[in-house]
């Protein structure tokens, strides 16, 4: 795939604040890549500079290889969906898809057709003559998103766009937008900072920190293979036990824990030396919970600590049990909610179990 968006050392500033420290990233032609991370971290502020809504301090961006660095927004191809939908309330839905095109001067019957044509893209044929007062959420946000697809713009920049829905549906727009990413191939740029819509709906996430970029990767590369602790712990429930590096072979290294040495990956081995202090991370889903205890061990192939129960919820589909080992925090174990659910009560002896093939050492 050819780059449809390349930034080169972009950054900006207000005043003695570093909004965005000097940022490399390159978008290929019809990704779809979300910007995550907490509030401040920069997410927002590398959206406006790739809008053109602020103008960068520094570096370069270009869009289909040409540099629009100091372009206007009009001048960039891109299309922006907004929380707040920013619909007029004045037009109808036709009125409000039709207005883009009749700023690109488009003929009225043409314009017509064609936001009709985005009506059906997002299955609201039928409300094309109501006003916006007269439409659910997320039917509103369906039209903002049909006024944005109906120029079919290079690029679709998404600032938080599903943030003020509830969460059906949100979880509805999830499914629409990559539906309409997957039948147009369209470029998508989305802004959130709920982690579990970006590893619904990304190909590529760039989860930013501090105003720069702490990892870039597959929603998988980041939740399996963290190359910091920052990433470890913000992008889901982590488990993570602390530890000294005793042996680095290549992407395996030994760790030693607590009650011995155990052989686990390594989400960035360029950074792990040995005598390097790190966590081991186990994902909650990734530990086997027993009833039976036995006495805390760790080997090449797995571990096992022995603990009391805190407490347990059933949150729905999963069950999550909170254990007190010898660790400094308590460890959360979650497996399916199978009927009949059972809680298991506070101060219960148990044991927890995992794979070290299901580990993996990030740096301290």
Request: aromatic share 6%.
């Amino acid at each position: 795939m050819t780059d449809k968006l390349t930034i080169t050392g972009l950054s900006k500033r207000y005043g003695a604040f570093l909004a965005l420290a000097p940022t490399d990233l390159a978008v290929a032609q019809g990704e779809f890549l979300s910007l995550l991370g907490p509030s401040g971290s920069g997410k927002t502020t590398l959206l406006s500079l790739i809008a053109g809504l602020s103008a960068a301090d520094g570096g370069q961006l270009r869009i289909n290889g040409v540099d629009v660095t100091h372009s206007a927004p009009y001048e960039r191809d891109i299309g922006m969906v907004f929380q707040n939908y920013a619909l007029f309330p004045h037009m109808t839905v036709e009125e409000n898809i039709c207005f883009p095109l009749k700023m690109r001067q488009q003929p009225a019957a043409s314009a017509r057709r064609q936001a009709a044509q985005a009506l059906e893209m997002v299955r609201l044929p039928q409300l094309a003559q109501r006003y916006p007062r007269e439409l659910s959420g997320g039917q509103q946000q369906r039209v903002a998103l049909a006024r944005c697809l109906v120029y079919r713009p290079s690029i679709i920049l998404m600032d938080e766009p599903l943030g003020a829905l509830d969460k059906k549906l949100r979880d509805q727009m999830q499914w629409e937008i990559k539906r309409i990413h997957r039948e147009l191939g369209t470029t998508i740029v989305y802004v959130t900072h709920d982690q579990e819509e970006a590893m619904t709906m990304s190909d590529r996430i760039c989860l930013m920190n501090s105003g720069k970029i702490e990892q870039l990767g597959s929603p998988s590369d980041l939740y399996f293979r963290p190359r910091t602790l920052f990433v470890a712990d913000f992008l889901g429930e982590s488990n993570l036990f602390a530890g000294q590096v005793e042996q680095v072979q290549g992407s395996v290294v030994r760790v030693e824990l607590a009650h011995g040495g155990l052989r686990v990956g390594a989400g960035c081995s360029s950074a792990l030396r040995v005598g390097s202090r790190v966590r081991v991370m186990v994902r909650p889903q990734n530990l086997c919970l027993q009833e039976d205890p036995v006495g805390p061990t760790v080997s090449a192939t797995g571990a096992s600590l022995r603990g009391q129960v805190l407490d347990s919820m059933i949150t729905g589909s999963l069950t999550k049990v909170y254990v007190q080992t010898a660790a400094d925090a308590p460890v959360v174990v979650s497996y399916p909610t199978a009927w009949p659910a059972q809680r298991h009560a506070p101060g219960q002896a148990v044991s927890l179990h995992w794979s070290a093939a299901d580990a993996v050492a990030v740096p301290e």
